[in-house]
Nanobody
């Protein structure tokens, strides 16, 4: 059974940093594309960043230059380093794994950027 467990969310002031982590189990991690999505109240879930099995990355325009996604295949984890956080980054952040028709989600972790 595939499980994705996020951690690292919390409350941070504007301009601050947070690091989210997602631990995967029950899957052959290294062949999956891993991603971070977010959903703010009243808005649709959106892609934040994604990293393929080969290490290629892509980012939402709104986070380019501020967020960095990385993966550790040996430990089956994917991380999202978030710097220069803005109030509009506040949302529930979800870890995702995808390959062909397989698509899995974590339970989400809240990130709140506020003074």
């Amino acid at each position: 059974q595939v499980q994705l467990v996020e951690s690292g969310g919390g409350l941070v002031q504007p301009g601050g940093s947070l690091r989210l982590s997602c631990a995967a189990s029950g899957m052959f991690f290294s062949i999956y594309t891993m991603g971070w999505y977010r959903q703010a109240p009243g808005k649709q879930r959106e892609l934040v960043a994604r990293i393929t099995y080969s290490g290629s990355t892509n980012y939402a325009d709104s986070v380019k230059g501020r967020f960095t996604i990385s993966r550790d295949n040996a430990n089956k984890t994917v991380s999202l380093q978030m710097n220069s956080l803005k109030p509009e980054d506040s949302a529930v952040y979800y870890c995702n794994s995808a390959r062909a028709l397989q698509n899995y989600w974590g339970q989400g972790t809240q990130v709140t950027v506020s003074s």
